[in-house]
């Protein structure tokens, strides 16, 4: 009877510690503001390639995206042929909301 009550709280142990890791990954939630992008303005609105903190900010702020192209202040920077340029360079895939 030992035997068995030992692998049972050897299996809880190891639950408890799979949900810790398991929580210790979750990453914390972006905070969607189209001003995180300002390091994109310039090649947003001419022919510059973007910079490397534009990509970041990018990459960053890329669950926001469908939020921002939604926007009617915002729709048609985000629409813009420039917006898939930029996106394209970075890596970024174009999000089709």
Request: with cysteine.
């Amino acid at each position: 009877m030992k035997k068995g009550y030992s692998c049972a709280s050897l299996l809880c142990a190891l639950v408890v510690v799979l949900a810790v890791l398991a929580e210790a990954q979750v990453t914390e939630a972006v905070t969607c503001s189209p001003l995180e992008l300002r390091p994109c303005l310039e090649a947003l609105t001419s022919s510059q390639p973007p910079t490397a903190d534009c990509c970041d900010k990018l990459r960053e702020q890329q669950p926001c995206l469908c939020g921002y192209m939604k926007n009617p202040n915002l729709r048609q920077l985000a629409n813009s042929p420039n917006a898939r340029r930029v996106a394209s360079t970075c890596g970024v895939p174009y999000p089709n909301c």
